[in-house]
């Protein structure tokens, strides 16, 4: 029987304790002992960013994270994007309006990275697009979100 | 799907690291995990014990008297993002904007980009020219290897299994009065990011006043069992002015001292032609500078 490990995060904005097998990847923990299931498994090997959450502030790819390597850390998931009043994130909001979702299953990773790209002040639209290359969409053709993550940057421009 | 393994120990120190290291045979480190994990799940590596290198404060960047130190730890979006590195060695930061895309940057490692040694290790190309060098750690102490001795052939370098990747070191750079340096890392993949290269080339140049060769340094990944320089190719450029004779030899001598190989990323004559495409275009570059 494997040795369990402790791990201590600060998930979503909440302390949270958490003892998982030593191989548990930061995806499982987030999907079955926290039960955050927006955070979606894609290709399990880091390629299609469907799993991006948030570790320390920077997007990481979950299925590649082993979750007792980030005890004491910060991890944001696509539901702790929105506001504790549940206002939608600047992004979130700025998706609806753009029309950035169609199936849906790449959205929760786009939307962490989203959040992230804006949350670094990015203004220039190739630089966006970069950073966003590791969150693969089958469906939108990119323009949609792409425009969603220009109207979020401005809006927060706006706010700051 | 959990990971098959029976332990994750997680030192606090360096020493302590190496010492878990020591006492468990067949544990392997693991910093950033973004190769290893891959490797793990799809059986191509076994362990029963992982030690994480995560909590041993190796990761950062600081200016000393033997120049710029990179700890191991130091993920690929500080380094690409860090001012001292876009200035003094751009085909390094150039190479780490590049590895995987943005969430692997974030987490992937200096130190595991070089230990997993993988041919196609976009930061090798930069450090080669660097003259970049390599502190390890083990319970029998401390050495430095140069990173050109510190790969061994695809997958396999001379650090031992019970070693760790402190740091590595950049030499100062100093350019002469009057002398221009050119200097990039260039890959060719199907996509511009997300891939593993087919080729890669980190190319460095100092252009004296009087417009010849002063200082050369070139490095291909992808293209031999290890990443390596092409000291063929130096030679030729070595002192000269770059004409177009002068570049189409350096050319044909890179070509030459290649031994790419087929695999299921690109054919051995693709490899060489898109190397030599890589070397001409940077030599135009510079020549039209």
Known sequence: MAEGVRVRLRLNGEDREFWVPPGRRLLDLVREDAGLTGTKEGCGAGECGACTVLLNGRPVTSCLVLAASCDGAEVVTVEGLAAATGEPHPVQRAFVEAGGVQCGFCTPGVAVSGAAIVARGVRDAAERARLLSGNLCRCTGYLAVLEALERAGEASDGEA | ?289
């Open chain 2, 1 to 289: 799907m959990d990971l098959p393994i029976r332990r994750l120990l997680r030192p606090r120190d360096p020493q302590e690291a190496v010492e878990l290291l020591a006492r468990h045979p067949g544990a392997l480190p693991v910093a950033g995990g973004t190769d290893l994990v891959v490797q793990l799940r799809r059986g191509k590596l076994a362990a029963d014990t992982l030690v994480d290198l995560g909590g041993l404060g190796l990761a950062g960047i600081a200016e000393g008297a033997e120049g710029l130190e990179i700890g191991a730890a130091t993920t690929m979006d500080t380094i690409a993002a860090d001012a001292r590195v876009r200035a003094g060695w751009p085909a390094l930061a150039q190479a780490a904007s590049q590895v995987g895309a943005w969430p692997i940057q974030c987490r992937a490692t200096l130190g595991g980009n070089l230990a997993n040694a993988s041919p196609a290790a976009d930061t090798a190309p930069p450090l080669l020219i660097a003259d970049a060098r390599l502190r390890l750690l083990s319970c029998r102490g401390s050495r430095t290897v140069p990173a050109a001795e510190f790969f061994a052939g695809p997958g396999r370098t001379v650090r031992a299994p019970d070693e760790i990747i402190l740091s590595v070191l950049l030499p100062p750079r100093r350019l002469g009065p009057h002398a221009t340096a050119h200097e990039r890392f260039a890959k060719v993949g199907p996509r511009r990011e997300q891939i593993i290269s087919v080729v890669s080339l980190a190319a460095r140049i100092v252009v004296q006043s009087d417009g010849s060769v002063g200082e050369v340094a070139l490095a291909v990944g992808s293209v031999a069992p290890t990443p390596r320089r092409a000291r063929r190719a130096e030679e030729v450029l070595e002192g000269c002015r770059l004409t177009g004779a002068v570049r189409r030899e350096a050319v044909a001598a890179l070509e030459e001292e290649l031994a790419p190989i087929d695999d299921v990323r690109a054919p051995a004559w693709y490899r060489r032609v898109a190397a030599a495409v890589l070397l001409d275009r940077f030599l135009a570059e510079v020549a039209g500078g």
